[in-house]
């Protein structure tokens, strides 16, 4: 019997953790776990994004084709789930 109620407490644990950390998606609509706000979000897209630019051969040197391609990334990204955010398209 002891060994049974330290399994429904840990059970019981676990749900509740879960349940915690589950948020409405905003594109999907659905409830999923999720491990970090938007801020850290930002935080982590701000850490790999060096690293990726390198793998990617680095930013384009036409400042005119830049341009182009920000301003239709800034389009896109009002309709995105969180408009709100400052977007950088490279």
């Known amino acids: 019997?002891?060994?049974h109620i330290k399994?429904?407490?840990?059970v019981i644990s676990l749900l509740v953790c879960f349940l915690t950390?589950?948020?409405t998606n905003p594109?999907?609509?659905e409830?999923?776990?999720?491990f970090f706000g938007e801020q850290q979000d930002v935080q982590i897209g701000k850490s790999y994004a060096p690293e990726i630019e390198k793998q990617?051969?680095?930013r384009?040197?036409?400042a005119e084709l830049q341009n182009y391609i920000d301003s239709?990334?800034?389009?896109?990204?009002r309709f995105s789930h969180s408009p709100n955010l400052d977007y950088h398209f490279f």
């Not at 239709?72 to 990204?77: D, L, N």
């Open 1 to 3: 019997m002891n060994t």
């Open 72 to 77: 239709v990334g800034q389009r896109i990204a």
């Open 60 to 62: 384009i040197e036409d």
């Open 7 to 10: 399994t429904v407490s840990i």
């Open 21 to 23: 950390g589950c948020t």
């Open 31 to 34: 409830k999923q776990l999720m």
């Open 56 to 58: 990617m051969g680095g």
């Open 27 to 29: 594109i999907t609509g």
